[in-house]
């Protein structure tokens, strides 16, 4: 089996000791960071969606499984987000109201990060008063990026989005929008600046965003 497979198997499994070890040696074997993320542990995660979906496992278990792909990130960041020390602006992030999930929001910050964005990191379950009371308190901020994993909380987004559209500033500001559930579609529907499918797509938008 390779390291790939067996680092998969592990976050699937959420052997939170094993995985960052195993992250290791697939770096030590000189494998791409961004196929180490993607091919051994977003792979898994999805794998833990479906058995989730088709009553195989359950919320613990899905947490479980998070818990050590959290830890195999932590190990692959400095290899992940080796970026430079420019100076791109303020990025508010958060995960909207009502949800929990944050492994992809996180992956976003630290690619923009790396990026050059200094990332105003506001968590999950972000009430929508609080993107704007945080834009008021950073009136330099460039872009602000909203992710939410649940169709559940797609309203959320969109409520977020509106109240951001109605702010006196909103010329002056990005919003960017992602996550599993969303589309190019809904982004435009919502009226958002610009959706992305993934972490390097995000930050690859928000350099252009910024400029
Ligand atoms: Co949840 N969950 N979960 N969960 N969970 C999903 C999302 C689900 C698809 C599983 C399934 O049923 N197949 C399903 C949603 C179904 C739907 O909405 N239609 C689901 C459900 C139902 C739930 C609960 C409701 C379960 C319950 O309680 N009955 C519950 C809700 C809690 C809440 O939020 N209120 C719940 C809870 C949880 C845990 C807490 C146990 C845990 C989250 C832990 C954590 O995040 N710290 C969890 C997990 C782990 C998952 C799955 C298995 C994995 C999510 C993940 O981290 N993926 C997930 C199934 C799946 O995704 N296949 C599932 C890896 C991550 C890297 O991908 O977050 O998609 P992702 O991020 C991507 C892109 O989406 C994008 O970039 C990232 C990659 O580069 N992206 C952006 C994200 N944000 C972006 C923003 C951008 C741009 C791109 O610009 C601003």
């Known amino acids: ?17 094993l995985v960052p070890g195993l992250v290791q040696q697939a770096l030590d074997e000189g494998i791409d960071p961004n196929v180490i993320l993607n091919e051994g542990m977003i792979d898994a995660m999805s794998r833990v969606g479906e058995a989730f979906r088709d009553g195989k496992i359950f919320v613990p278990e899905m947490l479980i499984a998070a818990k050590a ?18 100076s791109r602006g303020k990025i508010i992030l958060g995960t909207v109201a009502g949800d929990l999930h944050d ?18 990191d506001l968590g999950v379950d972000v009430a929508d008063e609080v993107f704007l009371e945080t834009y008021d308190k950073n009136p ?16 959320a987004m969109r409520s977020a989005v509106a109240k951001i559209n109605a702010a006196p500033w909103r010329s002056k500001v990005k919003v960017m929008v992602g996550g599993a ?7 435009d529907e919502i009226g958002a600046d610009c959706y992305t499918a ?14």
Not at 69 to 86: D, H, N, Y
Not at 103 to 120: D, P, Q, R, T
Not at 199 to 211: F, I, M, Q, V, Y
């Open 1 to 17: 089996m390779s390291v790939l497979q067996e680092l998969s198997l592990n976050v699937e499994k959420g052997k939170r000791k």
């Open 69 to 86: 792909m959290q830890a195999g990130v932590a190990t692959l960041k400095p290899a992940l987000a080796a970026g430079g020390a420019v």
């Open 140 to 155: 330099d901020t460039k872009i602000i990026c909203l992710s939410a994993l649940l169709t559940t909380t797609m309203p």
């Open 181 to 187: 559930p969303i589309t190019q579609a809904f982004c």
């Open 198 to 211: 993934d972490a390097a797509s995000a930050a690859e938008a928000a350099k252009k965003l910024a400029e």
């Open 103 to 120: 492994i992809g929001k996180n992956l976003v910050g630290m690619m923009l990060e790396s990026a050059g964005f200094e990332v105003i």
